[in-house]
């Protein structure tokens, strides 16, 4: 058995707890792959489904239970009410940083409140937009996915900027009811429409639905740990050799 120096000792305990570490990251690469996945397969179950129209009974399931209606289709017909807009900082599209707008709809013929996304518009500084684009006035139809609306420990992480507008780092149940009254518990979020020209704001698209990087880096992880390990092949034979 080859009796390794104290500097060989603690190489050797170096490069086995470094490939311990690359083992751990490569199994949780290989677990967000899954989470992906899973992910994936959920938003392909929703939107394959046809459209529901958003009425009474859509949103009493709302109420009931939010997490079985995320990423399905449905379409309302109501009212925006601007004053009651969120803006939502800190959104890229495209590479450029800007803001989202999230308005809430009343239903046609009900006084339910839904949030709608209704997209991004470019901010430099990624809260105070130049531009805010009005929504339409009037009865409107609007046509997208359902999201739940967070519930977050900040209540959605408030800003003043130094001008007084008012942002958030993201939509919050608690924070929305406080500004509109008894809003549903999910938002629709507008998708873009291919056949339509491209206008301020713009509309968000689904989540992409590929796998990621996650493979490619559980494979560099455990690549990693290999070339560890024959490192520490290569100390013992070194230590034994000049133990001879």
Do not use: K
């Amino acid at each position: 058995m080859t009796r390794l120096t104290l500097r060989g000792a603690l190489g050797a305990a170096f490069i086995l707890a470094a490939c311990a570490v690359c083992v751990r990251l490569g199994f949780w690469q290989l677990d967000r792959l899954e989470q992906r996945r899973a992910r994936n397969a959920v938003v392909l179950a929703g939107m394959s489904q046809p459209p529901r129209p958003l009425d009474a009974v859509l949103a009493a399931e709302m109420r009931r239970d939010p997490t079985r209606l995320v990423y399905r289709r449905a379409t309302a017909r109501g009212r925006y009410l601007p004053h009651g807009e969120m803006v939502l900082r800190a959104r890229v599209e495209a590479g450029r940083p800007g803001v989202h707008l999230a308005t809430p709809l009343l239903l046609e013929g009900d006084s339910t409140v839904i949030l709608v996304n209704r997209g991004w518009v470019p901010a430099p500084d990624a809260a105070t937009p130049p531009q805010r684009p009005a929504p339409p006035p009037g009865t409107v139809a609007v046509s997208g996915i359902l999201q739940a609306v967070p519930v977050t420990d900040d209540r959605g992480s408030r800003s003043v900027s130094p001008r007084g507008d008012t942002t958030y780092r993201r939509m919050d149940l608690a924070t929305a009811r406080g500004r509109i009254g008894p809003v549903l518990p999910m938002y629709l979020q507008v998708l873009p429409d291919s056949g339509a020209a491209r206008t301020l704001p713009v509309a968000v698209p689904p989540p992409p639905l590929d796998e990621g990087s996650h493979l490619g880096y559980a494979i560099q992880w455990f690549s990693f740990a290999l070339i560890g390990l024959v490192g520490l092949f290569i100390l013992l034979r070194s230590q034994r050799n000049e133990r001879r």
